[in-house]
């Protein structure tokens, strides 16, 4: 019988489950699971879990840190921007100030030029003037002398007489030139009255 009873048992076992049973572990599975389930639960809770939380607790602070420092960092790049900007228009402005400056020393300085030129020019006219002149007068000075030996040898001829008396020559050339200088002066004097 005991043969039998264990020959059952082994058909027992061996049978095979059906209908739900097939999605139901057996109730010893059931337990043994569990117990591996709290033994590694507690194993992970007290020797696994916490260094993972002091590293994600370290990269957290880390993490924390750096954007603590991004802040910062990024504060004083506004602040460096907003001073260089500053000083952009500053300097803006000074170069327009400058520039303002040199336009009105480069008038100034072409107002001077021109001033000076005016009065170079002025001077050389003056001077061309004053040339002119005496150019004129050492003109009529060669003129008259070289009139009044004409005129001296022509009197001379007309009249017979030897003017060879330096006084009586001067006179003689004279009076020749302003008669001439007289006539002169009457004839465009009567030509504006034809007119």
């Known amino acids: 019988m005991a043969a039998r009873a264990s020959a ?3 058909l027992a076992a061996t049978e095979e489950p059906e209908g739900i049973d097939l999605f ?3 109730g010893y599975d059931l337990l043994w699971s569990a117990v591996v389930l ?5 194993a992970f809770y007290r020797y696994v879990l916490p260094p993972m ?3 994600l607790d370290e990269r957290a602070a880390q993490i924390e840190g750096g954007i603590k420092k991004a802040e910062e960092a990024q504060a004083q790049a506004d ?3 907003e001073e260089q900007e500053r000083l952009l228009a ?3 402005a000074e170069a327009a100030q400058v520039r303002e400056e040199s336009r009105a020393e480069g008038s100034a300085i072409i107002k001077d030029l021109k001033a ?3 009065d170079e020019a002025a001077r050389i006219t003056e001077t ?3 040339q002119i002149e005496a150019e004129r007068q050492a003109a009529a000075v060669s003129l008259r002398s070289e009139v009044g030996a004409l005129a001296t040898d022509l009197a001379s001829k007309i009249v017979g007489e030897s003017l060879e008396d330096s006084a009586r020559q001067s006179r003689v050339v004279d009076r020749f030139l302003d008669e001439l200088e007289a006539t002169e002066a009457a004839v465009p004097a009567g030509s504006s009255k034809e007119a």
Do not use: D, F, G, Y
């Open 8 to 10: 059952a048992n082994i």
């Open 24 to 26: 139901l572990p057996a």
């Open 38 to 42: 709290v033994i590694i639960a507690v």
């Open 53 to 55: 939380n002091k590293v």
């Open 79 to 81: 602040k460096a921007l």
């Open 90 to 92: 500053e300097a803006r």
């Open 116 to 118: 000076k030129a005016n």
């Open 128 to 130: 061309a003037h004053r």
